[in-house]
C-alpha cells in the first residue's frame, strides 16, 4: 500500500471511527507502555481525539519513536505483520497518524497488513 493509499484508508477510519477492538487494544497497551516513560503526572488518553505529538500533545520525537516500537510489538504479539509506523514518521504532520489517538488507530487499522 502506498502512503496515499494509507493516508485515504487512514482519513476514512479516522472519519467514521470505526476501528475494530484489536485495533484499540493494540493502540491502547503502545500508550500504556509509553505513558510509564513519561516524567509522573503526564497521562496519555486514549479517546480519539487526545492529541499525542508536540506541540499539542505530549509526546516528544523520543515519546514518538517509543509509540512506535510499542505499537509494533503489540501486534508482533498478536501474530499481525508490521504496522508500517516507521515509515509514518516521514509524512508531514498534516498525514501524520501520531496527531491523535484517533488517527494513530486509523493508520493501524488500515495498515499494510490489512484490517486488523
Partial sequence: MT???MSEAMKETADDGATSPRTREIVN???QE???LLPPGIVLGTEPE???AAPEGPLDSLGIVNLVAAAEEA???RGL???GLM?????SLEESPFRTVGTLQAWVEAGPGGKT
Fill in 29 to 31: 497497551e503502545a500508550l
Fill in 81 to 83: 505483520g508490521r504496522l
Fill in 87 to 91: 515509515e509514518a514518521l516521514a509524512l
Fill in 3 to 5: 502512503h496515499q493509499q
Fill in 34 to 36: 509509553v505513558e510509564g
Fill in 50 to 52: 487526545v492529541p499525542l
Fill in 75 to 77: 501486534a508482533a504479539r
